[in-house]
């Protein structure tokens, strides 16, 4: 069977390679002996091969030189060779797309197919089907249905599989064939089956009812095929999703059947697929668990790797779920597959107990250098989880997260670190000093810019607050000597927040900024002259508005009030103050632990919400004037979900109006609405403006209306309101199936639940990174200090929660998280108040006592920037009388 | 998590590589666009090579892709698969690519006896694999359907195949026993 391709290879050794040193030019050559007479097959098989080879290779064929040889090549069908004609037709589905009129050997194949050789037909179906687009594959529908019932297994597979294949290009000639397919579904050969059902799924996905159907089908008679059982775990796990039905319906008892399964790969999709559906409790969890756990003693190497793969994805939402398999992972965690390993050690990670932490992260250590990014990242990932469970540990995972920071790593890998320590220095304050100084030593050779700058930020932010700030100043100057343009920026930022905070560093800051003047990128020589100027002021109050906190506004929102400013002159100088605020918070850390290799996508900088609205507001002449918009608050549902007309309302608060937005939803398709308008009758002194109907709202789409309210401006302690609600409209009755509706209709009403207008409605949070220097910016001219008693509240936890919602100010330096064990907390809160002129800005700095006890005492200071306003904001925090959370004056 | 109901799909396979023991490429067909490029091709196989030529573990996470691989003698196997996919179809089709070649090249998996007979490694994967979708996972009828030449198959009797299948399948476990 040894061929004698070509003898000096042969003797050259025994490693040598036929094929090595092939010239495309040579092989096309060759092909010159296709046109001879008589063929000889043996010899043209290896041409073809070698052609063949070359294409897998990835040499590049020109299309003249591929349409040569592809023409010579179709001569070979006159050969009755098997081997011959089967390597034809690979060259034929290898060549459609380089050469040209592949189209020709439409008619030999289509021969083969309907032929008498078995071992033709199904190869030239697929070769047909490669090389035929819509229009040809109405020309050989026919052969294809029988191809498709064709009691000979290889045939019928691949008509099926051709069919599938068709489908993105043709799928109504492909529709056709469903009825042929379900027969095929009932074949006795397993990958008949297996194809036929994927087929049939492909043609019926769009149709819930038919895939329902399908499944019901399915399950109840049974299948052969373990692929096929597999393919049906996961129809029936998305129809699962998608209907959301319960897990006592026949489709989940269906894929938990499935667990019993005789074939390992089933019980492993269906347990895999159990595991994978959102809201599993714990119990119906249990069975796939117990399955998997078995298999973490497989001897294959694959079916332990997907066990524990997905027992560590269990770990990560039911921790407790898993410990019942500790035992086994523990005896995985030598496994030769590193893989395994990691897994096993991380997955051990989130389920075990704080006693077995170091022995874990030694055994880790031990091989983490062998085990590929995407490990690496799923081991900072478990570590990152396990700090926030077990904060003691912290000393131990930061060594660890060290020397994993000076090993090799892309870009990803060592993110992930650089996340995982800033958090647990954010989590541990007495993490913060080890953890800032692997940072220094970490960006003292760092070669990713955004890393590098991350870390500046921070060291400006934490630096200054250690007890000896001076040792980081050599760091962070070396940034400045030795970097590209956008870390020596961030590095004179950093510096200069050193020098605000502290005085005794000042005069050395100084010196340094003074030599960054001279660099000879710009960015970095403004900020250094800027930073310059401010701190040679020595005013607490500049340092705090431009060094520490800095601006607070969105930064479309400025860019387009700028534009609007060039576009009309004027006089008066740029107010800042006209620019909306920025809304989201900006520190979002704790992200869900993302799975194994995600590879995220480059953040874009998208308007936010409010921006969004912003603009839909501003096209509206009726609300032309208002200013600009100072906060929309999040939806509030005013119908229950399932009921006729579905209404939610988003409040819009401007400098002396508000806009409530009306998004209604009509739900009955034998209704048109037109004219649709919510009345709103105020309790306070609030005047109703004007309404903006919605002129029609059809079926299942939504539409908005809205109502202008003005606030009252002489009573600034009616910050409170509650409207009742009625939507009115015209409904006209109209034709389910075609939407068209009646001439005549008739005026109705559906009365809306009350909305209500609170004291969060009116302030904007604004995040300050360095909350002392904002309370002393504002200074103690206008203070105020109440304490108020908190009713119905039972922890710290809830007393603070509810502080934050019921004002909606910012918190922050993450004082809304309170230390376990305390029982008394400082809440730093910040926000900014509606007004004509913009707003003044308001800290607000509150105490629990300590012994919180429900309904003690709490002591809550403000202080404003504008007298007047302070009358208006204590008296709000008064309020009493709301629903969700009280205040009481003792 | 990024995908947590996979969409039901027949296509599993998203390429097939055969290396020789320097790495080099004897065999790749890829069956979608992940690396759309020669060049980008070539890099993954580097890597994935770097990465699986000492270890003798049967699997792999590369590139956020589910890697399966065996190797034998100077060849390495490899069926790569997207991370989500079951491992052991992708297993499956390893398996039956091995013991496939391992028939028609009569148990002498290894680089020389495969480059000798590349037209039957053609066909043999064109009938385990067909854009993706796994076309056949029993070796006993992909050797049927490649059906090599009557003089090239001298010994179709298969109680010789099975005879074949024990001694490769006992020299594995072998190899894998020595390593613990």
């Known amino acids: 069977m040894i061929k004698k391709f070509d003898k000096k290879d042969e003797e050259s050794g025994s490693g040598s390679n036929p094929f090595q040193h092939l010239e495309k030019s040579a092989v096309l050559q060759e092909a010159r002996i296709f046109n001879e007479t008589p063929i000889n097959p043996r010899r043209c098989l290896h041409i073809l091969t070698k052609i063949i080879y070359l294409l897998n290779q990835g040499e590049h064929f020109g299309t003249t030189e591929a349409t040569e040889a592809f023409f010579a090549m179709t001569r070979l069908f006159q050969s009755n060779d098997q081997t011959l004609r089967r390597m034809c037709y690979l060259t034929i589905k290898e060549m459609a797309n380089i050469s040209e009129d592949v189209i020709i050997v439409t008619s030999s194949l289509t021969k083969d197919m309907t032929g008498k050789e078995d071992v033709y037909r199904g190869p030239a179906i697929r070769a047909l089907c490669r090389i035929t687009d819509t229009t040809m594959l109405q020309a050989i529908e026919r052969y294809m249905k029988q191809a498709i019932v064709d009691k000979v297994p290889s045939v019928s597979s691949s008509a099926l599989v051709s069919s599938l294949h068709m489908v993105k290009m043709s799928y109504d000639v492909v529709k056709r064939w469903v009825n042929e397919a379900q027969e095929a579904a009932s074949s006795d050969n397993i990958m008949v089956q297996y194809h036929a059902l994927g087929?049939?799924?492909?043609?019926?996905?769009?149709?819930?009812?038919?895939?329902?159907?399908?499944?019901?089908?399915?399950?109840?008679?049974?299948?052969?095929?373990?692929?096929?059982?597999?393919?049906?775990?996961?129809?029936?796990?998305?129809?699962?999703?998608?209907?959301?039905?319960?897990h006592d319906s026949p489709l989940f008892d269906f894929i938990e059947s499935c667990l019993r399964n005789k074939n390992e790969m089933v019980v492993y999709e269906a347990a895999s697929a159990i595991v994978h559906m959102p809201n599993c409790t714990a119990r119906e969890l249990a069975p796939a668990v117990s399955v998997l756990q078995l298999f973490c003693s497989s001897p294959k190497a694959a079916l332990r790797y997907a066990a524990v793969r997905t027992l560590n994805k269990v770990a990560m939402k039911h921790p407790s779920a898993v410990t019942a398999c500790n035992l086994d992972l523990e005896n995985l965690i030598t496994d030769s597959n590193r893989s395994i390993a990691t897994l096993a050690i991380t997955t051990l990670l989130k389920t075990g107990s704080e006693s077995s932490v170091d022995?874990?992260?030694?055994?880790?250590?031990?091989?983490?250098?062998?085990?590929?990014?995407?490990?690496?990242?799923?081991?900072?990932?478990?570590?990152?989880?396990?700090?926030?469970?077990?904060?003691?540990?912290?000393?131990?995972?930061?060594?660890?997260?060290?020397?994993?920071?000076?090993?090799?790593?892309?870009f990803e890998y060592k993110r992930a670190i650089v996340d995982c320590i800033i958090s647990i220095i954010e989590e541990n304050p007495e993490s913060k000093e080890t953890g800032l100084a692997h940072l220094c030593e970490f960006i003292e050779d760092c070669e990713h810019t955004v890393l590098a700058t991350k870390i500046l930020h921070l060291m400006g932010k934490e630096g200054p607050r250690t007890p000896q700030p001076s040792k980081y100043i050599r760091f962070i100057f070396n940034r400045v000597v030795l970097e590209s343009e956008a870390v020596r920026a961030a590095a004179v930022s950093a510096l200069a927040k050193f020098g605000a905070q502290n005085d005794d560093l000042l005069p050395s800051v100084l010196v340094l900024l003074q030599r960054c003047m001279m660099d000879s990128d710009d960015e970095v020589r403004d900020r250094a002259t800027f930073y310059m100027n401010v701190l040679q002021q020595k005013q607490k109050a500049l340092n705090a508005a431009y060094i520490f906190n800095g601006l607070s506004v969105s930064i479309p929102g400025l860019e387009k009030s700028l534009h609007q400013y060039t576009l009309e002159p004027s006089e008066k100088p740029f107010d800042m103050k006209t620019v909306p605020l920025a809304t989201a918070p900006i520190t979002e850390q704790k992200t869900e632990i993302a799975p194994v290799a995600t590879s995220k996508l480059p953040e874009k900088l998208a308007p936010s919400r409010q921006d969004i609205y912003q603009e839909q507001l501003a096209a509206i002449p009726e609300f032309q004037g208002l200013g600009p918009l100072f906060k929309s608050s999040e939806p509030v549902q005013l119908t229950e979900a399932e009921t006729e007309y579905v209404v939610r309302c988003i409040k819009h608060t401007f400098a002396g109006h508000m806009v409530f937005q009306f998004d209604c939803t009509n739900t009955l398709n034998d209704q048109l609405l037109q004219k649709v308008v919510v009345q709103m009758e105020p309790s306070e002194a609030y005047e109703v403006v004007h309404c903006v109907p919605a002129p029609s709202l059809p079926y299942s789409q939504p539409g908005s209306c809205y109502t202008l309210i003005r606030l009252p401006d002489d009573d600034p302690t009616a910050v409170?309101?509650?409207?009742?609600?009625?939507?009115?409209?015209?409904?006209?009755?109209?034709?389910?199936?075609?939407?068209?509706?009646?001439?005549?209709?008739?005026?109705?009403?559906?009365?809306?639940?009350?909305?209500?207008?609170?004291?969060?409605?009116?302030?904007?949070?604004?995040?300050?990174?360095?909350?002392?220097?904002?309370?002393?910016?504002?200074?103690d001219e206008f203070e105020k200090e109440e304490t108020f008693a908190l009713a119905s509240v039972r922890t710290l936890d809830e007393a603070v929660g509810n502080i934050i919602n019921f004002l909606g100010m910012q918190p922050c330096e993450r004082s809304d998280k309170v230390p376990e064990n305390k029982n008394s907390h400082v809440l730093f809160l910040a926000g900014e108040c509606r007004g004509s002129s913009g707003g003044p800005f308001v800290p607000l700095w509150g105490e629990t006592p300590t012994g919180f006890k429900s309904g003690t005492p709490h002591h809550l200071t403000l202080r404003t920037e504008e007298a007047s306003r302070m009358r208006g904001e204590t008296s709000s925090s008064n309020l009493k009388k709301s629903r969700r959370f009280s205040f009481q004056a003792p | 998590m990024d995908s947590p109901i996979l969409e039901p799909s027949l296509y599993t396979v998203k390429a097939v590589l055969i290396l020789d023991n320097d790495g080099d490429r004897l065999y790749a067909k890829y069956y979608d666009d992940t690396y759309p490029t020669v060049k980008e091709q070539k890099a993954f196989e580097k890597n994935i090579f770097n990465k699986t030529h000492r270890t003798d573990s049967e699997i792999a996470l590369l590139e956020g892709l589910t890697v399966v691989y065996k190797s034998n003698i100077d060849l390495f196997f490899y069926v790569i698969g997207s991370s989500h996919e079951n491992e052991l179809m992708l297993m499956a089709v390893l398996n039956c690519l091995f013991d496939s070649l391992s028939q028609m090249l009569r148990k002498n998996v290894e680089r020389r006896a495969l480059l000798e007979n590349m037209e039957g490694l053609f066909l043999a994967v064109d009938e385990i694999v067909d854009g993706g979708v796994i076309l056949e996972s029993d070796p006993q009828q992909v050797v049927h359907r490649v059906a090599l030449r009557g003089d090239d198959v001298p010994l179709t009797d298969s109680c010789i195949f099975s005879f074949i299948h024990i001694t490769c399948s006992s020299f594995f476990s072998l190899r894998i026993s020595t390593l613990f």
Not at chain 1, 214 to 231: H, V
Not at chain 1, 381 to 403: E, G, T, W
Not at chain 1, 755 to 771: G, S
Request: aromatic fraction near 8%; include cysteine.
């Open chain 1, 359 to 410: 022995r874990l992260m030694k055994q880790i250590s031990s091989f983490v250098s062998e085990i590929s990014d995407e490990f690496k990242v799923v081991v900072v990932q478990a570590i990152s989880a396990l700090c926030q469970k077990y904060p003691r540990k912290h000393s131990v995972m930061m060594n660890f997260l060290s020397n994993m920071l000076r090993d090799d790593g892309g």
């Open chain 1, 199 to 246: 087929l049939l799924y492909h043609l019926r996905k769009n149709d819930r009812l038919a895939v329902t159907k399908m499944l019901n089908k399915f399950t109840k008679s049974g299948l052969k095929s373990p692929f096929a059982y597999c393919m049906l775990i996961r129809i029936a796990s998305k129809l699962l999703d998608e209907t959301e039905g319960g």
């Open chain 1, 720 to 779: 409170s309101c509650t409207f009742s609600c009625t939507m009115k409209y015209l409904v006209r009755d109209c034709d389910p199936n075609t939407g068209e509706p009646d001439d005549d209709g008739y005026d109705d009403e559906y009365v809306l639940e009350d909305l209500e207008v609170t004291v969060a409605d009116h302030i904007q949070k604004v995040l300050k990174p360095n909350f002392g220097a904002a309370w002393e910016e504002v200074g």
